[in-house]
């Protein structure tokens, strides 16, 4: 399988427009939070349906340090997983995702019915977990909501789209669902898959 961008060049920088956060005259504030344009072909004989993900690896893990402007996280600090987007059950025919048919702009406490494919269902991202304690902002985050990292933090962060190839046309999952649901009850059901992934960051000194 392959899978390719017109939003962008895979390893390279992302727009600030298929980004949740960019920076503004007064610090940082949310940025369109479009979803970027995907593609793919090479898809394995016997494909059924594909599922979607888009992960940030590059999160750091102690969230006492996010956002302070007396301190920058070191880029060496250990990191985890973010979720910013699973979709299942997206139709075997599909090839493609337009820029900003997904994702269009911030919803506070998070998409109710976020659009997509045609039959595909979106799970909950980890700005759910993120803003739960905001009042402001909490709720379920449904469907894609892009990069925001923090604007202290030393590393370029990478964001990774994976498209999976199934052999079922629809996963057991409940109607709230997770990555990790959706990875789970797709083992054993993954005939290829592909991946690309863009950077960004919002420290002025990170480059790349």
Same mark, same amino acid.
């Given at each position: 399988?392959?899978?390719?961008? /017109?939003?962008?060049?895979? !390893? *390279?920088? @992302? ?6 956060? *960019? ?10 939070? &479009?979803?970027?344009? @995907? ?5 394995? %004989?016997?494909? &059924? =349906? ?24 070191? %880029?060496? *600090? ?14 075997? %025919?599909?090839? %493609?995702?337009?820029?900003? =048919? ?9 998409? &109710? ?17 993120? +803003? ?15 990069? +925001? ?8 962060? &990478?964001? +990774?789209? !994976? ?13 709230? +669902?997770?990555?990790?649901?959706? @990875? ?10 592909? =991946? ?5 960051? @919002? /420290?002025? =000194?990170?480059?790349?």
């Amino acid at each position: 399988m392959r899978i390719h961008s /017109n939003s962008f060049q895979h !390893r *390279q920088r @992302l727009p600030a427009e298929f980004a949740a956060g *960019q920076a503004t005259a007064d610090g940082f504030g949310f940025a369109p939070n &479009r979803n970027p344009h @995907l593609a793919w072909d090479e898809v394995p %004989e016997g494909t &059924r =349906s594909f599922v979607l993900l888009c992960i940030d690896p590059d999160v750091p893990t102690v969230p006492e340090l996010v956002g302070r402007a007396d301190v920058q996280i070191p %880029e060496h *600090q250990v990191r985890a997983d973010f979720i910013h987007w699973v979709v299942a059950d997206i139709a075997a %025919e599909v090839r %493609e995702i337009a820029a900003g =048919s997904c994702s269009d702009g911030v919803t506070a406490h998070g998409k &109710r019915d976020p659009a997509g494919p045609q039959g595909a269902r979106q799970g909950i991202n980890d700005y759910t977990g993120w +803003f739960a304690g905001d009042p402001d902002m909490a709720g379920d985050w449904y469907g894609y909501d892009g990069p +925001f990292p923090p604007p202290n933090d030393l590393r370029l962060h &990478r964001y +990774f789209f !994976r498209i999976f190839a199934l052999d079922v046309e629809r996963l057991p999952l409940d109607a709230r +669902f997770t990555a990790a649901d959706a @990875l789970h009850a797709m083992h054993g059901h993954v005939l290829g898959e592909a =991946s690309i992934y863009g950077t960004y960051s @919002l /420290n002025p =000194s990170v480059k790349g």
